[in-house]
Structure formats: C-alpha cells, structure tokens
C-alpha cells in the first residue's frame, strides 16, 4: 500500500437551533471544477453507504445519486444508509421509520429497473428502529422486514454524542452511554434473529463503548462508520499534541474493536467538518492525488488492524459531496491501493461490502 502524507486537523428530533452546521454545503459549479480521467474504469465498486434526503436547502434524491454514481467508476450496486428521511407523519412513532425503508425500497426499483443503467442503487437497505425499545423492537424489525421488498440488510441509530459542542456531525438529538444502555444491547442482539447488521457511527470517544456492545453480541455484525470517527475539530485540534493525542487514543480503541471477530469498518466519511479535514477552501476542489495522501494515513492503519476482508470503501455520499466529487473520490481509493494486490484491491471495493450486507454483485 502506498504511503502518503497527514492533514492534521438514536432518535429523530432536530438539533437545537444554533448547533453547529455539521455538513459542509454541495457547491455544484465548485465541484465542476475539477474533472478527472477514471482510474480502472472497470474495477467493480460496492458502495455501501449513502444516504437519499429531501431537506430544507438539501435534496439528494435517486436521480441525484444516479448522476454520481454513473460518472465513470463501475458502480454495481449501493447500500441506502438511514437518513432520518420521510419517517411516517401519522401512527405509532416507532413504526414511523418504516416510511424510510419503503421510500429508499422505492429507489431500489428505479434501479432494478435498468431504465437508468447498470448500478444496482439502495440494492441494500440499512434503516433505523430503536433499539432502545429492547425486545419491543422486534415488531418493529419485522414490519421493516415486510415493506423492504427483501432488501433490509441493518440498523442503524443516531448515538454519535460529544461533550465538546464544537464536534458535530448529525442535527439528531443523542445523548452519552447510549451504547451502554442494557435495553439497547437486547435490542440490538435481536438482529442476528433477522440476519440483520448493526451499522455504527460513533466518534472515536465513544469506540470503547462500541466494543463493549460489539462484545456482548457476538452473533451480530457491527459495522463502524468512518474510519471509526477520529476527530479532528474542538478540544482535539486545539493543539497538535491534543491531535496527536486523539490519533493515539483512536488506534488504540480501534485495535480494541478490531480484536472481535464480528467487527467491519467503513473506510471514508472524510468530507465531514468533525474529522478535520476542510477540503472545501480551496479556490478549485481537490484533487484525488490530494485525497489520497489525506486519507491513507487512516486507510493504512484500518487495513492494518482489520484486515482487507473486514474493510470497505465508502462514499458517504452526499454528506462529504461538499468536499469532492464522487468520480474524484473513488479515483483517490485506487491511488492509495495502487500497490495493493488484486485479492486485496476486490475485497476493498466490493467484496467486503458484498459479503456484509448479502449482496448479489455479478462480476
């Protein structure tokens, strides 16, 4: 693998108005500013996360995500990850997910379609239900199981908390310990009765308590969301021994996690403001050679403790759009694993993914 160089840096309800603004803002006449040649325009991708939302100031629906993900890469299939997006207006308010589920189901047969392509969008649907409820979620699991048109592969829920109010990453409401909570640990330990992963975005403060849940249920799949979410804003950029601090304490929960068996991680979520990486200002965007030398760091030590058959890309999309385009992202992944073997490079980009979340990816 190649080296490159450091750039040093749940439930439902909104954020409290004046928290800060956690994604940084989708520029298109930016982002067409920079237009790359695809590297390996052949190798087959999974990208197993990305979101679809309808906000204020915010649409990214599948037309959107169609547009990405046809810019040149060889994009088989994606995994729709919960957005907090058309939860149900009426009925019981922990059914109200289920609204998520069918519109990115809806998504998944504009793509089964083929009218748009080959890509294979929303192929899987990671949505949310809350797993605090404890063995009352199991209704819940299965009427998202019902209206998924067989394509619910997880959960997620919104916990990333901090006690810093400069690190933000979600306009959810969470609170701290929420992995620690007993009735979530039963919750979640349902899954494995559906087959189901449990998706997790927890900053690198929380890991520890990831691996504590991750170890009480062993029959269940937790995939961690973004490098595990070293920050790189707040109290840990204050200065670059708090930085260098961060970095320590991160590899050292991430090792942690990566000592069961039934742990993955999500290598991306590098378009996020929390990770430290302000990529958006610059006059032109960056380009994937820039990409790759901020992100290998990360990359490197991920594949290190995980192993390549327990790492995949991600695009995070449209979250980190507002950093980078999507074709100059997936190029700055092959430049990183340009040395990489050809084993290591189908594990990365598809086969990890595939194998997660029980996809069908013809080659």
């Not at 200002?281 to 390549?308: H, K, M, N, Q, W």
Request: hydrophobic share 45%; charged share 20%; with cysteine.
């Amino acid at each position: 693998m190649s080296g490159g160089q450091q750039m040093t840096a749940g439930n439902i309800s909104s954020a409290a108005p004046g928290a800060a603004a956690p994604h940084a803002t989708v520029r298109p006449d930016w982002l067409a500013l920079r237009h790359e040649a695809i590297i390996e325009p052949e190798r087959l991708i999974v990208d197993p996360h990305h979101h679809l939302w309808d906000r204020p100031g915010a649409r990214y629906l599948a037309l959107d995500l169609l547009d990405d993900v046809t810019s040149g890469h060889r994009i088989a299939a994606t995994v729709f990850i919960q957005s907090r997006s058309m939860l149900r207006a009426d009925g019981d308010p922990a059914f109200a997910t289920l609204g998520e589920v069918e519109f990115a189901n809806g998504a998944a047969a504009m793509g089964a379609s083929g009218i748009y392509g080959d890509t294979r969008i929303c192929a899987g649907i990671v949505g949310a239900a809350n797993l605090a409820l404890g063995d009352r979620a199991a209704p819940v699991l299965e009427a998202m199981l019902a209206v998924s048109g067989g394509r619910l592969r997880g959960i997620r829920n919104s916990i990333a908390w901090h006690d810093d109010a400069a690190v933000a990453s979600t306009t959810a409401r969470t609170s701290a310990g929420m992995l620690l909570d007993p009735k979530f640990a039963q919750g979640a330990a349902l899954l494995s009765d559906y087959g189901l992963v449990l998706d997790v975005w927890a900053y690198h403060t929380q890991l520890d308590e990831c691996y504590e849940l991750a170890r009480r249920i062993p029959d269940v799949t937790v995939v961690i969301d973004h490098f595990g979410g070293p920050v790189g804003v707040g109290r840990h950029a204050a200065t670059p021994d708090a930085h260098t601090t961060m970095l320590a304490d991160w590899r050292l929960s991430m090792s942690r996690l990566a000592s069961l068996p039934n742990t993955r991680v999500k290598l991306g979520g590098g378009g996020m403001p929390v990770l430290g990486f302000h990529l958006d200002r610059d006059e032109l965007p960056p380009a994937s050679e820039l990409l790759a030398g901020v992100f290998t760091p990360y990359v490197e030590t991920c594949i290190e403790l995980f192993g390549v058959n327990r790492c995949m890309f991600e695009s995070n999309f449209p979250v980190d759009k507002g950093m980078f385009s999507y074709h100059v992202l997936w190029n700055a992944f092959k430049r990183i694993t340009s040395s990489a073997s050809e084993d290591e490079k189908r594990a990365l980009f598809s086969e990890t993914a595939a194998t997660t979340y029980r996809l069908e990816v013809a080659g």
